[in-house]
Every structure is written in structure tokens, then in C-alpha cells.
């Protein structure tokens, strides 16, 4: 009797120590695993920070009162967001300004325009000329970047002292894609634009003044430029 209680302490001692064993192997078993995943998932998000910067500065400031515009953009790449951020004074007061990035598709050789841009020599550079130096208009920044429509009613509006504040966040992706299709410009490298912001009194203007799809010469006429760069 003594020894069939020794061998069944024994069995039980066996039994539990085997069990803890199975144990701790699921255990580190499952720890193994959440941790690949952990990696896995690491591996394919994208949590780098980009930041790309223009200081605005005034273009035919004589249509536009003798204003000085001035101001800052910051484009701001965060994995597949982008964040955009416009303050600017000096602008026509409640007025809508239309604003946007500008572009070639070699993506070499822009500038913001000065005076010399002026071709037709009337004292001011409208939309054409500036294309010129600036390069075309390719994304706007109004409430649905990713659209890339220009002719919209949701661009910023000048506050009483002319200054605007704008903010947007949007998918790169989608933004990228639209892009793309619209430009045949596989390679979305901010630091290879120019930012325009534009827009004066109706009567500022002079007939000499050209414009763009459509839109009346006062309101696509430049007032402020900057040119982006990564920091």
C-alpha cells in the first residue's frame, strides 16, 4: 500500500510537471507569434515624416492694393497622409482665393515669376506668363485636393484683414492616383513644385490681363509665390 502511494505521488508529481512544460511552450509559442506579427506589421507600415516648405512672397502687388503678401505653406508627409497648411496675409479682404501647386512634368527649372516674366509689357504677370516660370497649375488646394478640379467654390476666403488660414488633410494615395491620371507624372515630389495663391478687385486688372480656363483675369492673377523645399 505504502508503494502504491509512493507511485502515485510520483505519477502526480510527473503529470504536473508535464503539463507546466506543455504549458509554457503554447505559451512561448503564442508569444512567438504575436511578436512576428508585431514585426510584420512594423515592417509594412510607413511612420516616416516629410516636410516640405515655401515662404510666400508678393507678385503685382499694384493690382492688389500695394499689398504685401506674405505667408508660410508647409506640406507635411505623414506614411500615406498628407497634411497642408497655408497661412498668408496681405490678400484682397473677403475675397476667394484661389490657391495651388504648379508644376512641369520634368519637374527641373521653376521659379516663382518677377517682373521680367511680363511679356506683353503691361506691368503685370498674369496666369500665362507666370506659367512660364512657375510652371502649370496642377493641384489645388481647396476642401478635396484629390478632385483636381480648379473651378470650384471651395477655395479659402480672405478674412476683413486679408489674411487666410487654411488646413487639409488627405490621402496620398488617392491624391497620388488622381494625380497620375491626370498628369502622366509618376513621381509626386513636392519639393518640385511652386505654391500660387491669386486673386484682386474685379477692376484692378487692365484688358491686357489673360486668364485661364474660363475664369475671369482678376481672379486667377498671382499675388503670392513660394517655392517648395524639403527640409
Not at 510527473?14 to 510584420?40: A, H, M, P, W, Y
Not at 495651388?100 to 503691361?122: M, Q, R, T, V, W
Request: charged fraction near 20%; glycine fraction near 8%.
Amino acid at each position: 500500500m505504502k508503494n502504491l502511494k509512493t507511485n502515485t505521488t510520483i505519477f502526480t508529481i510527473i503529470l504536473v510537471f508535464g503539463l507546466s512544460l506543455i504549458s509554457c511552450k503554447e505559451n512561448n509559442r503564442e508569444q512567438d507569434t504575436i511578436s512576428g506579427n508585431q514585426e510584420i506589421l512594423t515592417q509594412g507600415e510607413d511612420t516616416s515624416t516629410r516636410t516640405y516648405r515655401a515662404q510666400i512672397s508678393s507678385i503685382n502687388a499694384g493690382a492688389n492694393g500695394n499689398r504685401n503678401v506674405t505667408g508660410n505653406v508647409t506640406l507635411e508627409v505623414q506614411g500615406d497622409q498628407l497634411h497642408i497648411t497655408v497661412e498668408a496675409s496681405g490678400l484682397e479682404p473677403d475675397m476667394m482665393h484661389l490657391q495651388h501647386l504648379h508644376g512641369l512634368k520634368e519637374g527641373n527649372g521653376i521659379s516663382c515669376p518677377d517682373p521680367s516674366a511680363d511679356n506683353n509689357n503691361d506691368g503685370l504677370v498674369d496666369i500665362t506668363e507666370a506659367y512660364d516660370v512657375a510652371g502649370v497649375t496642377m493641384i489645388p488646394f481647396h476642401n478635396n485636393p484629390p478632385n483636381m478640379e480648379v473651378d470650384t467654390q471651395t477655395y479659402p476666403t480672405a478674412d476683413e484683414n486679408g489674411n487666410i488660414s487654411y488646413k487639409q488633410t488627405v490621402d496620398l494615395n488617392e491624391l497620388r492616383n488622381s494625380f497620375n491620371e491626370r498628369f502622366d507624372w509618376e513621381e509626386l515630389d513636392f519639393s518640385k513644385f511652386t505654391y500660387l495663391i491669386h486673386g484682386v478687385e474685379e477692376n484692378a486688372v487692365p484688358e491686357t490681363v489673360n486668364s485661364v480656363k474660363g475664369l475671369p483675369p482678376h481672379v486667377t492673377l498671382p499675388v503670392g509665390c513660394g517655392q517648395l523645399s524639403e527640409d
